[in-house]
């Protein structure tokens, strides 16, 4: 897989934990489109911040070891940053629109 490919599962899986958060809690949802946005910007936002600490998709690729660990990392995290990314940005949205 080349680095890009990692990159482009990861938001992927961002919007899939977005979307999948926004079905089951309604009171988080912002419809499939706001949803699929938060996604992509919680998920582009937890890799870049915690994928310094080793496990973002270039070192991913420039690793000689076998690297599941390190992607299923970053997958987990790219996911978080849906999840938790909707609900932050739903607080948000609550408390301006009071």
Do not use: E, H, P, Q
């Not at 499939?32 to 870049?48: A, C, D, M, Q």
């Amino acid at each position: 897989m080349t680095g890009s490919l990692i990159s482009l599962v990861s938001i992927l899986i961002g919007i899939i934990a977005a979307n999948v958060m926004g079905y089951f809690k309604n009171k988080y949802s912002f419809g499939f489109t706001g949803n699929t946005l938060v996604g992509v910007f919680g998920s582009i936002l937890f890799i870049k911040t915690l994928g310094r600490l080793g496990f973002n998709a270039w070192a991913i690729i420039n690793s000689n070891d076998y690297a599941g660990v390190l992607l299923g990392i970053n997958l987990m995290v790219s996911a978080l940053g849906g999840t938790v990314g909707l609900v932050l940005v739903k607080k948000l949205y609550t408390k301006f629109n009071k």
